[in-house]
């Protein structure tokens, strides 16, 4: 019973990160200019506090400029609006991340809307879903953090893309879409499952690539699996675990356990898409600094030429 | 041995367009306004010629104003541009549309990227295609009038798409690409396939709907459809017909004569998804129109209430 190999993410993060912080260090020494980060937090959501906690800590040792706004709960949306404008003109800032879910009684959309396409970190302006969807034009200024570490992680893997079949469980604006986008647009054949497909056991067998982000603990079983396919968990889920003193324990949408035994290749949780995150942000923010530095020396470039 | 049942494009369209004309009635008595599409053409391609002469009929039909921006083969880019700026300020003009393709000394992408957005009437521009893309935020002002026209086919012909599995051939940026969306929007399970993609026939055999758009003629064949498929065919392509007086005729990117005894219902070429584009151009349009109206009538509203 042969088992996956496992795709280390912790590590593929670690050099993602390395190779980061090596580019900050050459725009440091040839422009004088240092990637900014900021990160606005409203209210005081533990997992938030935490991940943004994260996000400070990678972004200072890839020797990032690091902005943290932390707004009360009770702030009100154009409380939170101004914040955003006010870094949107902060030249020292090239990435803005507004961390989700914000207090129900503000608008999220509108809150995202309002950041600058040029410092989107995320990649979440519809402006940019559409340059990644649309084929041949222009590129984004970013694309979603998730997705694009899902594809660091595959291609780090010597994984072939092109020509192989995709099957991506969920359709978020912030992780499905975005990776169904990116897989087809490396030459996947690429079927997108969701809440209303039938027999996603049956489609999921026809994948050489899997990527799961449904969820859901544990959704799919080695058993929905063509031996022999390579499968990004994208899960975060707790279950019970009575053996923990927290009493939980992290599991992904996939089923480890059997799914391990049937593909050749897959990510763990934790340890896989997890760390890809943050080290595809701090890549974001690089190359958004690196946009504003090269659109600050356009008008030079340009006399010159 | 069945035949499938004919999708008739031409009658489905003819309806549209009677639609369209109420509406514009509509808007015009309550506020005086007529939808204004304005179409560009540069150059005289014959085939470029003849589309634009049949939107200019079908849109004064509807009771659009019309206006027609004609520029020699010979002009420059800028005066492209300048052509678009004019019309975007133009108030009696809702939609504008470039005629494609540009004689090949001007970049389309900016030619198209020049259009307003809110007067994008082939729903072409970068912020439109993020926003079909995404879900549940703001919808596009308009999508593209082609698969927009086969969405139309479909539902009009009482076909069920949620938890269908759909197979789109050609994920190019005017059709493939934005059918997928659409379906998936839907709640289809989609499946996009390319030139890049293996065993082709196979896939296609997997779906309840398949859209051809792959430009290739009489690329799919009925011994790849599962029995009952609905079929979109979009191509257009002509073959040598030594019966016709004009040498050649018209066929789809589908294998009719052999699709059509396995499909349940199909799409002819001619007479299927042709007459919708046009009649979904006009609606995008009238559309734009109605937001429009919309806007001025903004400042009013928000006082009052
Ligand atoms: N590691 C990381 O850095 C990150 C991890 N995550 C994790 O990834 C997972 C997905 O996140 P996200 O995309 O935001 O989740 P969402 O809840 O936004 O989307 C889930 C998707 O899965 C589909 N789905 C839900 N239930 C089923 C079902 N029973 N069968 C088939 N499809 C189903 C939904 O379908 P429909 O659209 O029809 O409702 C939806 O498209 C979560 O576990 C999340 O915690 C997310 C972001 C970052
Ligand atoms: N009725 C109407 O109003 C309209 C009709 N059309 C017609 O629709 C058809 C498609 O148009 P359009 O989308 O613009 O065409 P494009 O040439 O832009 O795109 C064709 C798509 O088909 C794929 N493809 C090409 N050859 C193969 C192959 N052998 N196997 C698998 N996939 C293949 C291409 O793949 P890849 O991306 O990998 O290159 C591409 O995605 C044409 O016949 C066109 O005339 C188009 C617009 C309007």
């Known amino acids: 019973n042969k088992r996956a190999q496992i795709i280390d993410g912790k590590k593929i993060a670690a050099q993602l990160r390395k190779e980061v912080k090596e ?14 980060l900021a990160v606005v937090i409203v ?14 800590r990678a972004a200072t040792e890839a020797g990032f400029h690091s902005v943290d706004v932390a707004l009360p709960e009770s702030s009100t949306e154009a409380e939170v609006l101004d914040a955003v404008a006010r870094l949107n003109t902060d030249s020292k800032v090239h990435g803005i991340l507004v961390q989700l ?4 009684h503000m608008n999220e959309g509108r809150v995202l809307a309002a950041i600058s396409v040029d410092k989107d970190a995320d990649g979440f302006a519809a402006l940019n ?13 970013a694309v979603a ?3 694009v570490g899902c594809l660091e992680l595959l291609e780090r893997s010597n994984v072939v ?7 991506v469980v969920g359709r978020s604006n912030i992780v499905g879409m975005p990776v169904a986008a990116l897989l087809q647009a490396k030459d996947a054949t690429v079927t997108v499952v969701h809440s209303k497909t039938k027999n996603i056991s049956k489609i999921v067998r026809e994948a050489d690539i899997v990527v799961a982000a449904v969820g859901q603990a544990q959704f799919v079983k080695g058993s929905w699996l063509k031996p022999g396919a390579v499968v990004v968990d994208v899960g975060t889920n707790f ?3 009575a053996s923990r003193k927290s009493g939980r324990r992290l599991v992904g949408d996939v089923d480890f356990a059997s799914a391990s035994r049937v593909a050749s290749k897959i990510t763990p949780v934790p340890g896989g898409v997890g760390p890809m995150t943050i080290a595809s942000l701090l890549k974001n923010t690089l190359r ?11 008008p030079l470039t340009r006399v010159s030429s």
Chains 1, 2 share one sequence.
């Open 288 to 298: 958004l600094a690196e946009a504003a530095v090269s659109r600050d020396n356009k």
């Open 43 to 56: 209210g005081d959501r533990q997992d938030s506090a935490q991940y943004v906690r994260m996000k400070r």
């Open 129 to 141: 879903v559409g340059k990644l969807c649309l084929r041949g034009g222009e590129e984004p200024s």
């Open 161 to 167: 893309i092109a020509g192989k079949r995709a099957v």
């Open 101 to 104: 879910p914000l207090p129900s």
């Open 239 to 241: 279950i019970p675990d």
């Open 23 to 36: 580019s900050v260090t050459l725009l440091k020494a040839t422009h004088g200019v240092a990637p900014g």
């Open 145 to 147: 953090c998730t997705p």
